[in-house]
T-cell receptor, first 116, second 114 residues
Framework: DTEVTQTPKHLVMGMTNKKSLKCEQH?????MYWYKQKAKKPPELMFV???????INESVPSRFSPECPNSSLLNLHLHALQPEDSALYLC???????????????FGAGSRLTVL | AQSVTQLDSHVSVSEGTPVLLRCNYS??????LFWYVQHPNKGLQLLLK??????LVKGINGFEAEFKKSETSFHLTKPSAHMSDAAEYFC????????????FGTGTRLLVSP
């Protein structure tokens, strides 16, 4: 299995809703990532988990709450979002890079979020 | 600090003609470099990577890229474009080790006409 699976593919939510995005990989990767991508822009890093511990938070607002229940799963909990949070949310994973290896990310297909 | 510049926001080619997508990088040490492709409403797929082995790197779907240290370039080429190549292409630079941030270029949209 060489895939990163994201659900749901599409999500529409109001500003008072609570929802979650889910990501799963079975490649044995120990690093997992959330990226946000606005239209016609490159992806922007939000969070990095390494060995199920949060290692990087790119100053993301607290209305986004990541969770890594185990080495295969990554969630992004959403609460009180704003319309400007509408974007494609991409999950990715990678092996823990060694000192001689490059960090190759495998991306999921993304979850398209619309906040009304 | 690392950075990457994609020199063209859009490239238009005819089917069957060569493709050239240009990328220049800046890095204080020898970097790892990648090209990713993103089809509409899809995630990113790795096309190829350079990690200090051969300077000419072959990827999937007939794409290849050449690392030129003297020119700080990593241009992506394909001899003959196919309609299915129409997509957004990102040049990416990474630290050699560890999972610090990848640095993405702004992307080049490849348009392929019949």
């Amino acid at each position: 299995d060489t895939e990163v699976t994201q659900t749901p593919k599409h999500l529409v939510m109001g500003m008072t809703n609570k929802k979650s995005l889910k990501c799963e990989q079975h490649m044995g990767h120990r690093a997992m990532y959330w990226y946000k991508q606005k239209a016609k822009k490159p992806p922007e890093l939000m969070f990095v988990y390494s060995y199920e511990k949060l290692s990087i938070n790119e100053s993301v607002p607290s209305r986004f709450s990541p969770e890594c229940p185990n080495s295969s799963l990554l969630n992004l909990h959403l609460h009180a979002l704003q319309p400007e949070d509408s974007a494609l949310y991409l999950c990715a994973s990678s092996q823990e890079a060694s000192s001689s290896g490059a960090n190759v990310l495998t991306f999921g297909a993304g979850s398209r979020l619309t906040v009304l | 600090a690392q950075s990457v510049t994609q020199l063209d926001s859009h490239v238009s080619v005819s089917e069957g003609t060569p493709v050239l997508l240009r990328c220049n990088y800046s890095s204080s040490y020898s970097p790892s470099l990648f090209w990713y492709v993103q089809h509409p409403n899809k995630g990113l797929q790795l096309l190829l990577k350079y990690t200090s082995a051969a300077t000419l790197v072959k990827g999937i779907n007939g794409f290849e890229a050449e690392f030129k240290k003297s020119e700080t370039s990593f241009h992506l080429t394909k001899p003959s474009a196919h309609m299915s190549d129409a997509a957004e292409y990102f040049c990416v630079v990474s630290p050699r080790a560890g999972f610090q941030k990848l640095v993405f270029g702004t992307g080049t949209r490849l348009l392929v006409s019949p």
